[in-house]
């Protein structure tokens, strides 16, 4: 079966780094997304890698190992809005988006 | 990126009635359309997706009889939500993707609560 795994919660401080880790395991890939959900809101698009390596914008990095079927989403200088779910999908062979059950962040001052 | 509309925002309905909910392409030319429903405190769970110039493709368990997806061309797709139920209430959220598959580009969902 396919398969999407990142943690449930994370808290960390105003100010800091938090990284939010994602395995998968999914028929084919074409490729994997990051999204920001704020309660009660759609998704928001924040990256895309399809290629092994670290993919830099703004305060967010993403990091993709093919081998390893890994992937972190990596946000620097934290600020209160950043608090949210964080949902990680990877594209299968068919195009489907396989979504995980997302990550809460707690941002605390 | 694109901007994908959805209407209503939200809609409040008696068991029994349908609702129609449309998610439109406001700037590009969607070919693959995607409907989401998220219950609180839950992930995306894909109903369907409709393809240009084909049926929609349900995921199982969604039944394609109570939920009717028409992608009635490339910028617009709606879904009803035939003979509502009160379990039925949930946050909907459609989304488009371009030809090229390295972004979904979402709408800001609709809130249905069925009475």
């Known amino acids: 079966g396919q398969n999407i795994d990142q943690p449930t919660e994370m808290t960390a401080t105003e100010g800091a780094i938090v990284q939010i880790n994602c395995t998968y395991q999914?028929?084919?890939?074409?490729?994997l997304f990051w999204y920001q959900q704020h309660a009660g809101e759609a998704p928001t698009f924040l990256s895309y890698?399809?290629l092994d390596g670290l993919e830099e914008k703004g305060r967010f990095s993403s990091f993709l190992s093919r081998s390893k079927g890994y992937s972190y989403l990596l946000l620097k200088e934290l600020q209160m809005k950043d608090s949210a779910s964080y949902l990680c999908?990877?594209?299968?062979?068919?195009?489907?988006?396989?979504w995980g059950a997302g990550t809460k962040l707690i941002i605390k001052p | 990126g694109a901007v994908v509309s959805q209407h209503p925002s939200w809609v409040i309905c008696k068991s029994g009635t349908s609702v129609k909910i449309e998610c439109r392409s406001l700037?590009?030319?969607?070919?693959?359309m995607f409907w989401y429903r998220q219950f609180p405190k839950q992930s995306l769970m894909l109903m369907a997706t409709?393809?240009?110039?084909?049926?929609?493709?349900?995921e199982q368990g969604v039944e394609k009889d109570k939920f009717l997806i028409n992608h009635a061309s490339l910028t617009l797709s709606t879904l009803t939500v035939t003979s509502a139920h009160p379990e039925d209430s949930s946050f909907y959220i459609c989304?488009?993707?371009?030809?090229?598959?390295?972004?979904?580009?979402f709408g800001p969902g609709t809130r249905l609560t069925v009475l």
């Open positions: 989304s488009l993707a371009p030809r090229d598959y390295n972004e979904q580009f």
């Open positions: 700037d590009f030319q969607a070919t693959t």
């Open positions: 409709s393809n240009e110039g084909s049926k929609a493709t349900y």
């Open positions: 999914t028929s084919g890939f074409n490729g």
């Open positions: 890698n399809v």
């Open positions: 999908a990877v594209l299968d062979s068919n195009y489907q988006l396989i």
